[in-house]
Structure formats: structure tokens, C-alpha cells
């Protein structure tokens, strides 16, 4: 069995299902959503605080009581902001530059795209000749 004296929970938030006001933990349908510190250490060494939904439903027809959970760490929900922020400074960058994705492309796709000379610059390249 899994000690859990360095387990602490720093937030919690309740919402009852059945309307309940205010909602309760002992109401019959309940999701617990909580903010807590975990025992697991994560890559650095430190300890590693945790985000998790867990949704408690009774059902007094069938005697029944489920639970349902999710629970993920802060770290990984940085990773994944860092990756989408630095992709958008990317593509800031090379939009600033003028860089698109047409550039990959053949040459067919830029004739269809009418990406040609001007007809001013046209005639400025044949005054010079």
C-alpha cells in the first residue's frame, strides 16, 4: 500500500451534479476537481504538482457507484504551451520575412498562382537593354 503522508492537496474545487446548492461532497453525483503535490519527483528532482478531475456518480436503481478520473502534471502542460508558443513565434518570423510555404512547392504551382513580374517592371528591363 502506497504511503501517503507527503500527499498534499493545495486546491479543490466541488461541483454536484443534482443541483445541490451549495454543492456538498456527500452529494449522491459529484466531480472533484483538485491541485496537489505528489510523492513522484519529475525530471529535475523536484516535487511534482498535479491537476486531476475525478467525477464520483451513485445511482440508487442499480446500487451502483462509479468513478472516473483524470490527472495529469504541470510539466507536461508547460511542454506543451512552450512547443505550440514557440511554433506560432515561428511562423511570426516567417511571416516577417516573407517566407511561406509556397516556396517547397514546383514552379508549376507558382505559374497557376500568377506569381509573375509586373508588366511595369517589364518595361523597365527592356528601356535598360
Not at 492537496?9 to 454536484?16: H, K, L
Request: aromatic share 10%.
Amino acid at each position: 500500500m502506497r504511503q501517503l503522508s507527503d500527499f498534499y492537496i493545495e486546491q479543490v474545487a466541488i461541483r454536484s451534479l443534482s443541483d445541490a446548492d451549495p454543492p456538498r461532497l456527500d452529494s449522491k453525483s459529484v466531480v472533484v476537481y483538485m491541485v496537489y503535490k505528489d510523492l513522484a519527483k519529475d525530471r529535475l528532482g523536484e516535487p511534482c504538482y498535479r491537476k486531476a478531475i475525478i467525477r464520483r456518480v451513485y445511482e440508487e436503481s442499480s446500487r451502483s457507484l462509479t468513478f472516473q478520473g483524470k490527472h495529469w502534471s504541470f510539466s507536461e502542460e508547460k511542454e506543451k504551451k512552450k512547443k505550440k508558443k514557440d511554433k506560432k513565434r515561428f511562423a511570426l518570423l516567417k511571416k516577417r520575412l516573407g517566407v511561406c510555404g509556397a516556396w517547397r512547392l514546383g514552379i508549376d504551382v507558382y505559374r497557376k498562382r500568377g506569381i509573375r513580374s509586373s508588366s511595369s517592371n517589364r518595361r523597365l528591363m527592356s528601356y535598360n537593354r
